[in-house]
């Protein structure tokens, strides 16, 4: 009987779809249909508290097996007992369909790795193959040695540098991670990534800005599985000390001098003229790219003011025109503004200019007519697929609960 039904709902979202395509056929996103349904099954190891957990428990499993059905988007592994967690921690089933695209995205960059490495690992077999016909000669291997000295010299190079340079004062970065524990489990991820790439980043330049992760509370599940899975490098061996961030769960007033301090945030009521060596500049762990609903609208200017600690933006609106989008950067861009602008004198129209159109993705600085309508048209039926998806598995729900009365 739920088979019939389904097939008979595919026919008729497929006639509706090519009816409404004849007369304008970029008017419609392409017809959801039903696939083959899969089980979707809860990890035993899951223990959960009383009955209402348990039924949420199931809702969301429910959610899940439908949502299977309906996209191409859902993980082919079954999930782990924390990605079950984390959708449980999801308040709302937008929220739970982006953390399942999220894993499944994360298994095609794992999938493609893969077959990166299995090609690189091919190759090295027909390299090697063919040197064993033709064996290397002389020179080659006086080239080969030549090129290897010469990394060790620039190595060395960079260290002498980074140690004789080493004494220079140059500003510092604490990126305040009392929000992490707040964020969506997708919004956590994201901001953890963000750090991570933060700590590779800053290792590369020839004198590292100092780095502290303050509030890092690691008596926190959560935390202690962010900082294993997300953030590595902070496990890193002990010769990369110069380049791996202070950890503290210590309160940023307890860290450091508010005099001393400036806290960034989109709320703050001056702008910042000068980027100084003797300053700390404090940005909050917030994740850009989603509405989280467990963090305050002026979190960081907030957390800034119970610091004591002085709040204030970037200057924009003063370098660089907005044009679309939220005025939440990333914490990438955050920090690459403020090292190009010290790079380049500290401050002046020339050094902010150039960091604003460096760092502030052009999607943001362009008009309208200026985008490519192509791009936002894909982006927009995206979001409308996932909108009728998430009606269908709604009416769904409704129907399952109408049955059982």
Not at 45 to 56: C, P, W, Y
Not at 104 to 130: F, M, P, S, V, Y
Not at 269 to 277: A, D, N
Request: hydrophobic residues 35%; charged residues 35%; positive net charge.
């Amino acid at each position: 009987m739920e088979r019939c039904r389904r097939q008979f709902e595919n026919v008729f979202r497929y006639l509706k779809w090519r009816s409404t395509r004849a007369f304008d056929s970029h008017s419609t996103v392409k017809p959801i249909l039903w696939r083959e349904k899969k089980n979707v099954n809860i990890p035993q190891s899951l223990k959960i508290g009383g009955s209402e957990e348990l039924a949420h428990l199931e809702t969301i499993r429910r959610e899940m097996e439908l949502y299977s059905s309906l996209s191409d988007y859902y993980p082919k592994r079954p999930l782990s007992e924390d990605s079950w967690r984390s959708l449980i921690k999801c308040e709302t089933l937008k929220q739970r369909i982006d953390q399942v695209k999220f894993f499944r995205l994360n298994e095609i960059k794992e999938e493609k790795d893969k077959e990166k490495r299995e090609k690189a690992r091919l190759e090295r077999i027909r390299e090697n193959e063919q040197s064993d016909i033709n064996s290397p000669s002389f020179l080659s291997t006086l080239v080969s040695f030549h090129e290897s000295r010469q990394r060790e010299q620039y190595q060395r190079v960079v260290a002498a540098l980074r140690t004789e340079r080493g004494i220079e004062v140059v500003p510092r970065v604490v990126i305040d991670c009392r929000f992490l524990p707040l964020l969506s489990p997708r919004g956590a991820n994201l901001t953890a990534n963000q750090i991570q790439y933060i700590i590779s980043e800053n290792r590369e330049r020839t004198v590292p800005w100092p780095l502290t992760l303050a509030c890092f509370d690691e008596s926190i599940e959560e935390m202690r599985k962010l900082k294993k899975r997300k953030i590595p490098i902070l496990l890193g061996p002990s010769s990369w000390v110069d380049v791996i961030p202070d950890v503290s769960e210590k309160r940023l007033s307890d860290l450091f001098p508010p005099s001393s301090c400036v806290y960034l945030s989109p709320d703050g009521e001056e702008e910042l003229e000068e980027v100084e060596e003797d300053k700390v500049y404090i940005i909050g762990g917030i994740v850009d790219r989603v509405l989280e609903r467990g963090i305050p609208k002026k979190a960081s200017r907030e957390a800034a003011n119970r610091e004591g600690i002085k709040s204030v933006k970037l200057p924009i609106d003063k370098y660089v025109k907005w044009q679309s989008g939220t005025r939440f950067l990333t914490l990438n861009a955050v920090i690459g503004i403020l090292q190009e602008v010290y790079d380049r004198g500290g401050k002046g129209e020339e050094a902010w200019t150039h960091a604003m159109r460096r760092f502030i993705p052009t999607r943001n600085i362009r008009v309208a007519e200026e985008k490519n309508p192509l791009t936002r048209f894909h982006h927009e039926r995206i979001r409308e697929y996932d909108r009728q998806i998430r009606e269908i598995i709604d009416q769904e729900l409704k129907r399952v609960r109408r049955s059982k009365y």
